[in-house]
């Protein structure tokens, strides 16, 4: 009896060790998340969240996986973002004008990595400490920046929206297709300055003018290349006429004297090509 009670404790221990030993979401701290990778399953899909039972038999075999925490803690980003409006040189080289339609602005960001995606930036990026998760969203700011601005400076109320430093997510969000060019990104806040900003007015007026310039140079142009068309085509329809012509008279130089005398009157033209006739011979 006694024995056999040793043994169910045993028994009890065993299956409570591997019991634990599987169990992952306890060696998950509080507000943080983990990505399970082992070498016989790899990258387990789902996210291990304190709190939520999550059970793995893979941790069960020794040296077998390898358990990724990440704090998804929001992360705050300053970029400056200057350039041209598009083809703002070429405008001013069309016309001769020194319009100045450069822009300056300063973007901070507060971003953070939506949990979900953990496990794909695990398997894509070999992201396995919060250093690496921050070094990629850093790597994504300037793009996303440029995007921001690049929005801003083309929506319909530019100047309006430029008035606040704390601008509408949502807006921005749909704006620049964020969910589908930076999908694992979580945006928290957006704040945009101006340190120079274009006169919109003027150049969409420029870009207007410049489209009607063109317009009408394109249709000169293709005035003068369809009118050098025809006359190419009436010269060579031409010339071709006096080579067939050559090849005619070489055949039947007959057709030189007739030709030298034709008129309308045949009568008279009759009258002519005998007189060729009678001074060609008195000649040879």
Known sequence: MKKAFISLIILIIAAGTVFVF????????????????SKTSGIDPVPVTNGVFSWKWERLIPTNTE?????????????????????????NNAFSTNY?????????????????????????FSVKTDDNL?????????????????FLITSNNTENVFVHTSLDIPEIINGIDA?????????????VKK???P????????????????AQTQGHILDTVVKENQTSSEDYFLFERYRNLGKLLTEYPVLIDYLAVQQDDLTTAFEKLKAVRTTKAETE
């Open 199 to 214: 006169d919109l007015v003027l150049y969409e007026s420029v870009k207007n003018s410049y489209s009607e310039y063109r």
């Open 100 to 124: 100045d339609f450069s822009y300056d602005y300063t973007v901070t960001l507060s971003l953070a990595v939506r949990q979900e995606y953990l496990p794909q930036l695990v398997k894509d």
């Open 134 to 150: 921050s070094d990629l969203l850093s790597q994504q700011v300037q793009n996303i920046s440029s995007d921001i601005v690049q």
């Open 67 to 91: 358990l990724y925490i990440f704090s998804i803690e929001p992360q705050r980003f300053t970029t400056s973002i200057s350039g041209e409006l598009p083809f703002a040189s070429e405008y």
């Open 179 to 191: 969910y589908g060019k930076y999908p694992f990104v979580l945006f928290n806040s957006v704040e």
């Open 22 to 37: 599987g169990w992952i979401q306890i060696f998950v701290p509080i507000g943080k998340y983990g990505v399970l990778a």
């Open 195 to 197: 340190t120079k900003s």
